[in-house]
């Protein structure tokens, strides 16, 4: 929907100390969905999940990317590798959920495929012109940072490592890569997805938001703006003086490191937040304007934490995602007024994160009209 992209520009050139959000439009209209999933979505890096969600060969997990239906899978080889979930054969899916198998046996002829995509066997084709070896299943491009694994379904997409280096080094000394899975979680919001990467990345909304579950360690107060750059941004939620630590973490991290969390987002749609001993990641995968599935991880810092506590810190990140759920289902109904103009965001510390995706999307908006 072009119509919307000169609001955006307007916005996006305002003074940087007069920053106003996005009209109600952007998040409800079907057009507007449309034109970012062709400009902003297909050519992004989404992160699908972690390494060690698939540990071993055969390994496997399912999502859906936009139209695409995913495989994400360890091959023999012990390569990991993100493989179309549509048979070559008449495009029934391969596989759903999660598991481990020896090879992918299409439930519709049979055909059967290894781990890596080749087709190995399909009965009863004696058709001279068959070739299995043109039945491969596409194998998409993918990139791996810290221990998350990122697929874009653009095979021209350039990758992200030399733009990202600030965010490199803000999480570095954390060691994210070699965090332990121990939770992951799928459900449906109805939601725009730009409202839940706003959403987690703002610290304005913390302290009412979240009262009970995460005021106490993460008050609006003590939210700073961190590093922010193409394709990305951060704040860091600090926690106030004298409250007892959360796990000793990385053996590098600086008491200050150890005393916040640092939530980042990887635009457009991976938010997570990074602290000493726990790291939980959303993965955002939009479905229309007002829907998206939610996939989120949790992960720990070797044996930092004990079993009981790492329930305990599972059922509060269910707390805390059910009450920024709640908000943004609301929000969305709310959203549809033609009184949900453009509002006032606040200064840096609390929504600069929000400022630094409208500057990102109004920048890929530039780049598609031009
Ligand atoms: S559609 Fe898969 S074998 Fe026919
Ligand atoms: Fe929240």
Redesign the pocket.
């Given at each position: 929907m072009k119509d919307l992209s000169p609001i955006l520009q307007e916005l996006a050139a305002l003074p940087a100390d007069r920053p106003m959000g996005l009209p109600g439009v952007f998040y409800t209209s079907a057009e507007r969905f449309e034109w970012e999933k062709k400009t902003v979505l297909q050519q992004g890096w989404h992160c699908l999940g972690r390494v060690d969600e698939v540990p071993e060969p055969g390994d496997f997990f399912t999502v859906q990317l936009l139209q695409e239906p995913l495989i994400v899978v360890r091959g023999d080889d012990g390569a990991v590798r993100v493989l179309a979930n549509v048979?070559r054969?008449?495009?029934?899916p391969l596989a759903e959920g999660r598991g481990n198998v020896k090879r992918f046996i299409?439930t519709?002829?049979?055909?059967m495929y290894g781990r890596d995509g080749a087709l190995l066997r399909a009965a009863r084709m004696q058709n001279e012109g068959f070739d299995a070896k043109s039945c491969r299943l596409h194998s998409y491009n993918i990139q791996f940072w810290n221990g998350f694994i990122y697929c874009n379904l653009d095979a021209e997409a350039p990758h992200f490592a030399e733009e990202s280096q600030e965010l490199d080094a803000l999480v570095s000394p954390y060691e994210t890569g070699s965090f332990r899975l121990v939770h992951v979680a799928e459900e449906i919001w109805q939601t725009n997805w730009k409202c839940l990467v706003e959403n987690f990345m703002e610290g304005y909304h913390l302290s009412v938001v979240h009262p009970q579950t995460l005021h106490g360690y993460t008050p609006t107060g003590l939210a700073r703006k961190s590093v922010s750059g193409p394709g990305f941004t951060s704040y860091t939620a600090n926690y106030p003086e004298g409250i007892a630590p959360r796990g000793a973490g990385a053996p590098g991290l600086s008491t200050a490191e150890r005393q916040r969390s640092t939530l980042f987002a990887r635009f457009p749609t991976q938010v997570a937040s990074q602290a000493a001993s726990l790291l939980v990641s959303l993965s955002i995968f939009p479905i229309s304007a007002e829907s998206i599935r939610v996939k989120w991880t949790m992960s720990v810092y070797g044996e930092d934490l004990d079993d009981a506590t790492i329930q305990d810190r599972i059922r509060l990140w269910e707390e805390v995602n059910r009450e920024d759920r709640e908000k943004l289902e609301k929000m969305q109904i709310a959203l549809r007024s033609q009184h949900a103009v453009s509002g006032p965001l606040a200064g840096d510390d609390y929504e600069g994160t929000v400022r630094d995706f409208q500057l990102w999307l109004a920048e890929q908006d530039r780049a598609a009209l031009a």
């Open positions: 048979c054969h008449r495009g029934m299409c519709y002829h049979a055909w």
